[in-house]
């Protein structure tokens, strides 16, 4: 079906991509910044991207300088080491709301792909809606989490091609950066629900991400269970936290659990968390699908 | 013929189907192939509507550009034109490799580089992955899967292939430099052809196989796979509809292809699947002798099993000390009930 562009008014839209890289190869930043191109000639004159780079890991300026992307801008930040993904992004939201005075914020994880239309989707959702936190579907294996079909309402959102608006921003601000990597996403997404924000997946917007088929090496599963711990720990589950401890030690990935991180936890639990918060589903954190 | 290319075929025929098309298209180039060259076979196009379809294939975030090749069918009348477009596709293709898809499914990343690497690390003239089957529906305008699940996984080998199909048109990759016959589809007939087309090639050489999942077969509610495989409720006027006697001739049409193919092999072989047949009739004894002494043993351990499962239930033990494991215990029980509920003799 062929839809025409959304109206945005006479200001010109300004969307913040934010990208934090690990040790990317060259050649999935590059057909990223491509799948970019792509979507800015779909949205027109009336939307302006600006991609925002961080590199975690090793230094990618030179890709940037080399390849000249005319559809769009890239602003490439001095790295500050291996801060973690929240961290990463966190920083780039706060010069994209803070400085740049961008209506949006798009989390891109660095080794996706955005189909042609995917961000053109979004902006058409966020049109229909109410500011909501609003999630790409990961292509081609979506999530199995379960959602509403019908008002595309999803208990949380993967932060691999996630838009945040400024006004969900301003009002609960970015990822928690305590978590260095998983569960940031989830923890955003019931803080959201709680603060009265809907958390919508756009159904027909696809990032192309690989998520089948991936080996997880030890060390990958550690930081899971680790940030499953966190997530448990902050919103007050105590089964589920014991859960991933006793997963921690059983499946070696350390020795004992007092040689895991200290929680640090000050958030006050909102009073609508018991209607928002899910760990019955284990990873899930929601009905699932399919296994 | 290209040593190297990747020729994928996609069979295409109306333009409402774009969005559909642009996702397998999209699924396609995150195949990120080097030399690879897409063939799309419409039927009666027009020009305008062949470019259409030629700027979506070119319209992708492509990491080494494809050959695109919009080719028609060129169909005289109405009839179905599946098989003719695949000798339409086959006759264009120039790389050694060759791929089929239609256009409402999916490859999944890196489909083509295990195939292509079975192919090259075999002598096989076929080399084929998983498949797995999502049930869709279409609510608004937005399509949305109900489930997915593993489902053309129980064949092994070319002598399963014999028995039904298990190997889904998407999930195969052929080596035309190693077939001794032309790659012919026979267009007689209008369903089955591509399991007919397996049948021919099966007998021609050997097969490889990953078991990773390397594509996704799609289908709607409707179809009667989603009964079958989901459980899920099919039109009851399917089995006098049009589609229906068609489908049952084409099944008519493949026994009489099955009683006229002639499998070649040598003694040495000959001798190796007689073997290979004396043992499994040993196994399957085995297997019985087993299965009848674990329907004793479990009937006896069920009730103990179930007993504990309720009382930690009652007692609400263990819902606190690991979330989930109470479901889980029934979850078995309830499974090892089905399993090994006394069957009539």
């Known amino acids: 079906m062929q839809r025409s562009q959304p109206d945005y008014g006479a200001e010109t839209l300004q969307i913040a991509l934010g990208i934090v890289t690990y040790n990317n190869q060259h050649y999935q930043l590059e057909q990223l910044l491509s799948s970019i191109a792509l979507c800015a000639r779909e949205l027109g004159d009336k939307v302006a991207l600006k991609c925002l780079v961080v590199d975690n890991g090793a230094d990618s300026s030179d890709l940037f300088e080399h390849k000249k992307y005319p559809d769009f801008s890239i602003q490439h930040l001095t790295s500050q080491g291996n801060v973690g993904f929240g961290a990463g992004m966190n920083r780039l939201m706060d010069v994209a709301f803070r400085e740049l005075n961008c209506h949006h914020f798009i989390c891109v994880n660095p080794d996706g792909v955005f189909h042609r239309k995917a961000i053109l989707r979004m902006l058409h959702m966020q049109n229909s809606f109410a500011s909501c936190l609003l999630e790409a579907k990961q292509f081609p294996e979506e999530h199995p989490k379960q959602y509403d079909p019908e008002n595309f309402d999803s208990p949380w959102l993967s932060g691999a091609c996630l838009m945040i608006p400024a006004e969900i921003y301003k009002s609960i601000g970015g990822f928690d950066d305590r978590f260095f990597m998983y569960m940031e996403d989830v923890d955003l997404s019931w803080r959201a629900r709680c603060a009265g924000f809907k958390t919508k997946i756009c159904t027909d917007a696809y990032f192309g991400h690989q998520v089948l088929g991936r ?49 640090l936890n000050n958030f006050e639990l909102p009073s609508n968390a018991k209607s928002v918060v899910d760990f019955e589903h284990y990873f899930t954190f929601s009905q699932a699908r399919w296994e | 013929m290209n040593g190297n290319r990747i020729s994928v075929v996609i069979r295409f025929h109306s333009l409402a189907a774009l969005e559909q098309l642009e996702q397998c298209l999209f699924s396609v180039c995150l195949q990120n192939t080097e030399d690879i060259e897409i063939i799309v076979v419409v039927k009666n196009f ?47 293709a120039s790389g050694r490799y060759i791929a089929f898809l239609d256009y409402d499914d999916v490859l999944y990343h890196q489909c083509y580089e295990t195939l292509k690497k079975l192919l090259q690390e075999s002598k096989a003239i076929l080399s084929f992955g998983r498949t797995r089957l999502a049930v869709m529906e279409t609510i608004g305008d937005k399509p949305y899967v109900i489930s997915k699940k593993k489902w053309f996984f129980w064949g092994d080998s070319r002598r399963d292939l014999w028995k039904g199909n298990f190997i889904v048109i998407h999930s195969y990759m052929i080596d035309k430099e190693r077939l001794p016959i032309p790659l012919l589809v026979d267009t007689t007939f209008t369903r089955l052809e591509d399991y007919a087309l397996l049948l021919r090639l099966s007998v021609e050489g050997d097969f490889a196989k990953t078991e990773d999942a390397v594509c996704e077969y799609r289908i709607p509610l409707g179809h009667e796979l989603a009964e079958e495989a989901f459980g899920f409720d099919r039109s009851s006027d399917y089995e006098q509809s049009h589609e229906s006697v068609i489908w049952n001739m084409n099944t008519d049409k493949l026994a009489t292809l099955r009683e006229s193919l002639r499998v070649n092999m040598s003694l040495e072989q000959f001798s190796e699947l007689m073997d290979e047949l004396a043992d499994l009739k040993k196994e399957r004894k085995w297997l019985k002798e087993q299965l009848e002494h674990s329907e004793q043993v479990w009937s006896k351990h069920l009730e103990e099993a179930e007993l504990l499962s309720f009382r930690l239930l009652r007692s609400g033990h263990a819902a606190v000390s690991k979330p989930g494991l109470l479901k889980e215990t029934v979850k078995t029980v309830r499974t090892f009930r089905k399993l090994f509920k006394p069957r009539n003799k």
């Open chain 1, 215 to 263: 080996d997880f090496s030890a060390r990958t599963e550690k930081t899971i269970f680790i940030s499953a711990r966190a997530l448990a720990a902050k919103w007050h589950e105590e089964p589920f936290r014991l859960w991933c401890e006793e997963q921690l030690t059983e499946r070696k990935l350390v020795e004992k659990v007092e040689a895991i991180p200290a929680l």
């Open chain 2, 46 to 92: 027009d020009q305008a509507q062949k470019s259409i379809v030629e700027e979506v294939c070119l319209g992708q975030p492509w990491l080494f550009a494809p050959i695109v090749k919009i080719v028609d069918c060129n169909a005289t009348d109405d009839h179905d034109t599946r098989a003719e477009a695949l000798n339409v596709g086959i006759t264009s």
